[in-house]
């Protein structure tokens, strides 16, 4: 059987976490609140992030002398070394 002062102990213990809990909740709200001020990007939660944008892809060609690949528009591979 529990005697008086362990379960005292115990519901200290059980507060300690509690109140610990409810200061990073405050902090992670008070950090999203300022981010969406800000305009940040973290501002939202995991699972509505909006996807990053799609970057242009470019056609490459090998360089015939020094097998870089360099922009399909590009006149030289400029290598150093490369002749082309």
Do not use: H
């Not at 709200?29 to 800000?38: F, M, S, T, V």
């Not at 060609?61 to 922009?71: A, D, L, Q, R, S």
Request: charged share 25%; hydrophobic share 35%; glycine share 10%.
């Amino acid at each position: 059987m529990l005697s008086l002062t362990k379960l005292i102990t115990l519901i200290g213990i059980l507060a300690i976490v509690w109140f610990g809990f409810r200061l990073v909740g405050k902090l992670q709200r008070q950090r999203a609140d300022a981010l969406r001020r800000a305009g940040g990007k973290d501002a939202s939660p995991k699972g509505n992030r909006t996807p990053p944008k799609a970057s242009s892809a470019e056609d490459m060609v090998k360089c015939p002398t020094c097998g870089v690949y360099i922009p399909a528009d590009a006149k030289k591979c400029g290598t150093p070394g490369c002749r082309q």
